[in-house]
């Protein structure tokens, strides 16, 4: 990330660009890792948050990134329910205070979502959204990030890019169940999705077996009772991969890859690069995103990832694209940060979550990780960043491993596992 003023960091995870502002308690759940974008802060700059950041992670954030805390401010938002961040801002008072934080400094916008609120919100406090020159170069980018985080919206674009994609139909939720049982007569299982999700929210696997004997086809309630869903082909799945880019006016820059680790479709972590299982996809990938950037750019857009299934005989197929800030952007921009000068200047590193046997405060599980030499050292550029916060539960840790090698990560989550008595380790 390259900023030529401050920055306000915006946390809107309530945001409606993935899913409904309705499904406000899966809205609320990714909310709780608004901590993680503490490390994106560098002098001068604002991070509008709307969970409450612990003293000692701030502390440790700032420590490891030699950021002076008198130089940053951090504005956390009382909770205000399931509605855009931008209005809670105004519902408790704060607008005014950011304004004269920021305005006056000529610095600009970094939403987590690129939605119409933040847009307004942009607007309203006289400043630009990073990375575009003005707001209304911002929202005219709008309706292609709402068409792209949408599985239709994604489906139509790749087929037209020509990308692979799994055999599949787009429908209406009342025809989903008949389109499903369709497509369930050449496939051994299916999966239904809703048109507007992340994270696996609302996805199903349906096999034969599930809709015999008159069984029908329970969807959940998102997208209300007409919404679009798109049905596929459930693939034999290797491996779930992704890559992210960078769309500037001089072309599209790949950033990084890897390999996601999901459970029912959910993303559960994530370890970059590529594993040498399908490395073999790394240049089909990065075309396909090219291809993809280029279609962005036309319509102004300047930052995505794009997701990818490789099946069990090594064939990759395009799946959705993330036309906004993901679960991977800010570790790697972490990671990128942390080992700057470094002697692991070209670092594997993975994301993940791990559950605890008993609750602990954050110092507690910091001091396991120094004693047992597992703490990131900036000297190395290795080891375990605590990188969310504490979790709500003080059990449910979500890391990072920053290593030489993809082995040395494994090495160091198995001893994490120990160290920190996960469930399971």
Not at 151 to 176: I, N
Request: charged share 20%; proline share 6%.
């Amino acid at each position: 990330m390259t900023e030529t003023g401050p920055i306000v960091v915006f946390a809107n995870f309530l945001s409606d660009l993935a899913v409904d502002l309705n499904e406000g308690q899966i809205l609320t759940q990714w909310a709780q890792q608004a901590p993680r974008k503490a490390w994106l802060l560098r002098p001068g700059d604002v991070l509008v948050t709307p969970v409450p950041l612990s003293r000692e992670f701030l502390r440790y954030v700032y420590d490891l990134t030699g950021v002076p805390p008198e130089s940053v401010a951090v504005i956390e938002v009382p909770p205000a329910g399931a509605v855009p961040l931008a209005r809670a801002v105004r519902e408790a008072g704060l607008v005014g205070h950011l304004r004269a934080l920021a305005a006056d400094r000529g610095a600009a916008l970094l939403p987590t979502a690129l939605d119409a609120s933040a847009i307004a919100f942009a607007r309203d406090i006289g400043i630009a959204v990073h990375p575009y020159p003005t707001v209304e170069a911002a929202e005219a980018a709008l309706e292609m990030t709402m068409l792209l985080n949408t599985k239709t919206g994604f489906r139509e674009t790749a087929g037209r890019l020509g990308m692979r994609l799994p055999v599949g139909r787009m429908c209406r939720r009342p025809e989903a169940e008949g389109v499903a049982r369709e497509l369930l007569r050449d496939h051994e299982r299916v999966v239904v999705k809703p048109d507007r999700s992340a994270g696996g929210h609302g996805m199903r696997f349906v096999s034969r077996d599930d809709l015999r004997g008159g069984a029908s086809l329970a969807l959940d309630t998102v997208g209300g009772p007409d919404g679009m869903w798109v049905v596929e082909e459930c693939l034999d799945v290797a491996e779930s991969v992704s890559i992210q880019l960078e769309v500037t006016a001089s072309g599209t820059r790949a950033l990084f890859s890897g390999a996601m680790r999901t459970v029912q479709g959910s993303f559960t972590g994530y370890a970059s690069p590529l594993p040498p299982s399908c490395a073999h996809v790394a240049g089909e990938l990065e075309a396909w995103g090219t291809a993809l950037g280029r279609d962005l750019a036309d319509h102004g857009y300047a930052g995505f990832g794009l997701d990818a299934l490789v099946d069990a005989d090594g064939v990759a197929y395009a799946s959705e694209s993330n036309i906004r800030r993901t679960a991977t952007t800010t570790p790697h921009t972490m990671v990128t940060r942390l080992t700057e000068g470094s002697a692991n200047a070209h670092p594997a590193w993975s994301v993940a979550k791990g559950w605890t046997r008993t609750p602990m405060e954050f110092d507690e599980a910091l001091a396991r990780l120094r004693a047992s030499r597992l703490a990131f050292d900036p000297d190395r550029g290795e080891g375990v960043v605590l990188y969310v916060d504490v979790p709500p539960d003080g059990r449910s840790w979500r890391y990072a491993v920053i290593a030489r090698s993809a082995g040395d990560v494994e090495e160091q989550q198995a001893a994490l596992a120990e160290v920190l008595e996960f469930e399971g380790g």
